[in-house]
């Protein structure tokens, strides 16, 4: 799942209710695993925090664990211990820090890892014209699933507002509607979002539809088009059009192949985002992986303020501006041409 358990810090309250739109909670009483191995000390890695018993696991853990790069064969320690020619292995190493300092259990800290290091779990993640804000040339791509009366991709809105704010010029963000059979308003809500889009004016109706959730009736949504001056009546022929059905299906046909199983399921580079980590130290090692030099974040607790950064976007049909992008594919190294 991507956004299982997201961390408090860039997607607070996921850390406490593990939930999504759609998807129950998973069960997992995996029993820790204590690996008996010998102490490790890499550059470049603090590990002056953990306990005795945790700095064994980690020692263990990145002994084992092969490295992300396919041409370096050894292991994650290896890598580093002889500066081989990979830019992946020094994130990998305070990656699985991370995990140890979390408490996650040996089962849970690999699983984790091959997520987000093994080439194998990229997916190909089509942006196909959605909208989209941030530069073009990004390295990282971030593709939201969301549904605008799921209640828990309304609480992760302006936290993805944030750290999109707080990485301009290294991400952009896409969204892809993805509405839920059981919420009665999302259909209608993606439907006004898109109409809202073919305005130029989607990331504003976004901002509106998830700050009034309960409020999603046609008059509530006829209000918010009428505060961002567009013009109702275009707005509801493209909500009933065919472009528009096409566009939610297409979208929700896409979250079906790459097997989402709730909302907000989000994908940074091709990869489920599962939430074990911040989202800004996520980009930060991701940044890292690429051989960039990491920018300076926000706070990870700081409250986030919806519409923060928001770039107006057009689809296709309307022109190229700032909101706009070709088709192309978030992958694992960036998007590609």
């Known amino acids: 799942m991507v956004?299982?358990?997201?961390?408090?810090?860039?997607?607070?309250?996921?850390?406490?209710?593990?939930?999504?739109?759609?998807?129950?909670?998973?069960?997992?009483?995996?029993?820790?695993?204590?690996?008996?191995?010998?102490?490790?000390?890499?550059?470049?890695?603090?590990t002056s925090g953990l306990t005795p018993r945790e700095k064994k696991e980690w020692s263990a853990y990145v002994s084992e664990f092969l490295s992300p790069c396919q041409n370096v064969p050894v292991s994650i320690a290896q890598c580093v211990q002889e500066k081989r020619a990979c830019s992946k292995c020094l994130p990998a190493a305070k990656y699985v820090l991370r995990g140890v300092k979390d408490g996650m259990t040996r089962e849970q800290v690999e699983t984790s890892?091959?997520?987000?290091?093994?080439?194998?779990?990229?997916?190909?993640?089509?942006?196909?014209?959605?909208?989209?804000?941030?530069?073009?040339?990004?390295?990282?791509?971030?593709?939201?699933f969301a549904d605008f009366e799921c209640p828990h991709c309304?609480?992760?809105?302006?936290?993805?507002?944030?750290?999109?704010?707080g990485h301009k010029n290294d991400v952009r963000f896409v969204f892809k509607f993805y509405p839920l059979p059981g919420h009665p308003h999302a259909d209608i809500a993606a439907r006004a979002a898109i109409a809202a889009w073919k305005q130029g004016k989607f990331w504003e109706m976004h901002h509106a539809l998830f700050a009034?959730?309960?409020?999603?009736?046609?008059?509530d949504l006829d209000n918010y088009a009428k505060e961002l001056g567009l013009d109702v009546s275009r707005l509801h022929a493209d909500m009933q059009s065919n472009e528009t059905t096409e566009r939610i299906a297409k979208d929700k046909k896409l979250g079906e192949d790459v097997k989402i199983e709730g909302t907000p399921s989000i994908f940074i580079n091709g990869r489920s985002f599962d939430g074990r980590q911040d989202m800004n130290e996520w980009i930060g090692l991701e940044l890292a992986g690429l051989g960039k030099d990491t920018p300076s974040a926000p706070a990870s607790g700081s409250a986030a303020v919806a519409g923060a950064g928001a770039v107006a976007?057009?689809?296709?049909?309307?022109?190229?501006?700032?909101?706009t992008s070709k088709p192309s594919t978030a992958t694992d190294a960036g998007s590609k041409k």
Not at 38 to 43: G, P
């Open 313 to 323: 976007g057009k689809p296709p049909t309307t022109g190229a501006d700032a909101g």
């Open 212 to 219: 009034n959730q309960r409020h999603l009736e046609q008059s």
């Open 113 to 144: 890892y091959k997520n987000r290091f093994d080439a194998s779990k990229v997916k190909d993640v089509p942006l196909d014209g959605s909208p989209v804000k941030g530069p073009e040339s990004a390295p990282i791509t971030i593709v939201e």
């Open 154 to 165: 309304g609480e992760v809105a302006p936290y993805i507002d944030k750290v999109v704010e």
């Open 3 to 46: 956004s299982k358990a997201l961390t408090i810090g860039i997607l607070g309250l996921f850390a406490i209710s593990e939930s999504t739109c759609g998807k129950s909670k998973p069960d997992d009483a995996t029993t820790k695993e204590k690996p008996a191995a010998a102490e490790v000390t890499l550059e470049g890695v603090d």
